[in-house]
């Protein structure tokens, strides 16, 4: 399993991206590809404007709740509630996760061949903390000298 972040950037007009230098305070989105691959199939679903274009700051928070939220045996459900996604239904079995594309309250449909895929526990837990890391790299490295607010609050909670 893994948890690739292969670009960011901030969303501009339309389609437009900007680089994480005109990332500010009044405009902290950040936006990006994000390819996660399990058992050699990619993830589909994870893009807004396309496969490369997820939203950087939804998926760090979603990502935090399924740690936080499946730390025992239970479900998350991952969902952006925007028009037309789907949503993500995480379920801890022991040490294993099962992961399931299910309709999102957006509209988006479930998957049918992404129903209860399973994967290891652990393996989320290094993959998330391996994402986060990077992103946090890559803001503090290509970003802007005066990092928005909502990012060092981020950057500040447990990993």
Request: charged share 25%.
């Amino acid at each position: 399993m893994k948890l690739e972040l292969l670009s960011a950037h901030v969303p501009g007009e339309d389609t437009e991206r900007r680089p994480l230098t005109e990332l500010h305070e009044d405009e902290p989105h950040i936006h990006g590809e994000l390819r996660w691959t399990i058992a050699g199939r990619q993830v589909p679903g994870m893009g807004f404007w396309g496969p490369d274009d997820v939203c950087l700051g939804e998926w760090w928070d979603g990502i935090n709740a399924t740690l936080t939220g499946l730390a025992a045996e239970g479900t998350h459900t991952l969902d952006s509630c925007e028009q037309g996604d789907s949503a993500f239904l995480f379920e801890r079995r022991g040490e294993s996760v099962l992961l399931s594309i299910v309709a999102g309250m957006g509209g988006g449909d479930s998957n049918p061949d992404w129903q209860q895929v399973p994967f290891a526990w652990a393996d989320w837990g290094a993959a998330a903390c391996a994402f986060r890391q990077q992103l946090r790299e890559w803001i503090e490295t290509k970003g802007p000298r005066d990092i928005p607010s909502e990012w060092t609050a981020r950057f500040s909670e447990q990993m």
